[in-house]
T-cell receptor
Framework: QKEVEQDPGPLSVPEGAIVSLNCTYS??????FMWYRQYSRKGPELLMY????GNKEDGRFTAQVDKSSKYISLFIRDSQPSDSATYLC????????????FGQGTRLTINP | DGGITQSPKYLFRKEGQNVTLSCEQN?????MYWYRQDPGQGLRLIYY???????QKGDIAEGYSVSREKKESFPLTVTSAQKNPTAFYLC??????????FGPGTRLTVL
C-alpha cells in the first residue's frame, strides 16, 4: 500500500464549478500538508501549505486537513480554464521533515 | 529575480553515457533536492542535501550521483548504471523545513 493515495483522474468539469480534489494517507506521523499545481511540462508550483488539522483559504482555493480520517482536500471555487493542470498532494513528518511524500497527482480539465 | 534554474531543458543520452543535469538557486536556501517524475506518477526523491558538502540518498538513488560544493548549486549525474533514465527531472530547494520550491525541470530521453 502506498503511503499517499490520490485518484489520478482525469477529472473534467465545466467552468464555474466547484472542484474537490482529495488524498488519503496511511502514516499518522504526517504533520505538514501541501498542494502543488503542475502545468504540462513545467515544474510544480506550491499552492497551499498547512500544518496539522484545519482549514486554510487563499482566494478561490481552500485546503482542508482531517487527521482523524487521514484525509486531505483541496477545493477550487469558481473554476477557470486556467486551473486546468495536474494537482499533486504532498506531506511530510516533523522528523526528517524535508522528505516529502507525493501523491500520484490528479489531472484536472476545466471546460469553457 | 529569485528562483531556481535548471539546464538544459531537454537532454538526450546515448546508451552507456553519463550526463549531468544542472540546478542553481539564488534563494539562499540551505536544502536542495532532486526528484524524478514518470508519466502519470508522482515525484520520487533521488537525493537531497541539507547543507554544503553533505547529501543523503532518497528512495531511488541507484544509478545517480550528486555533489554539493556550493550552497547555490546541486548538480545531478545520471550514470550508465541507471537502466531506465528516461524521465522528467525536477530540482527543488527549501529554507529549513518543508516548503519546497521547484525549478522548471529537465526532460531526459535515452536514444
Amino acid at each position: 500500500q502506498k503511503e499517499v493515495e490520490q485518484d489520478p483522474g482525469p477529472l473534467s468539469v465545466p467552468e464555474g464549478a466547484i472542484v474537490s480534489l482529495n488524498c488519503t494517507y496511511s502514516n499518522s506521523a504526517f504533520q505538514y500538508f501541501m498542494w502543488y499545481r503542475q502545468y504540462s511540462r513545467k515544474g510544480p508550483e506550491l499552492l497551499m501549505y498547512t500544518y496539522s488539522s484545519g482549514n486554510k483559504e487563499d482566494g478561490r482555493f481552500t485546503a482542508q486537513v482531517d487527521k482523524s480520517s487521514k484525509y486531505i482536500s483541496l477545493f477550487i471555487r469558481d473554476s477557470q480554464p486556467s486551473d486546468s493542470a495536474t494537482y499533486l498532494c504532498a506531506m511530510s513528518r516533523p522528523q526528517g521533515a524535508q522528505k516529502l511524500v507525493f501523491g500520484q497527482g490528479t489531472r484536472l480539465t476545466i471546460n469553457p | 529575480d529569485g528562483g531556481i534554474t535548471q539546464s538544459p531543458k531537454y537532454l538526450f543520452r546515448k546508451e552507456g553515457q553519463n550526463v549531468t543535469l544542472s540546478c542553481e538557486q539564488n534563494l539562499n536556501h540551505d536544502a536542495m533536492y532532486w526528484y524524478r517524475q514518470d508519466p502519470g506518477q508522482g515525484l520520487r526523491l533521488i537525493y537531497y542535501s541539507q547543507i554544503v558538502n553533505d547529501f543523503q540518498k532518497g528512495d531511488i538513488a541507484e544509478g545517480y550521483s550528486v555533489s554539493r560544493e556550493k550552497k547555490e548549486s546541486f548538480p545531478l549525474t545520471v550514470t550508465s548504471a541507471q537502466k531506465n533514465p528516461t524521465a522528467f527531472y525536477l530540482c527543488a530547494s527549501s529554507e529549513a523545513y518543508n516548503e519546497q520550491f521547484f525549478g522548471p525541470g529537465t526532460r531526459l530521453t535515452v536514444l
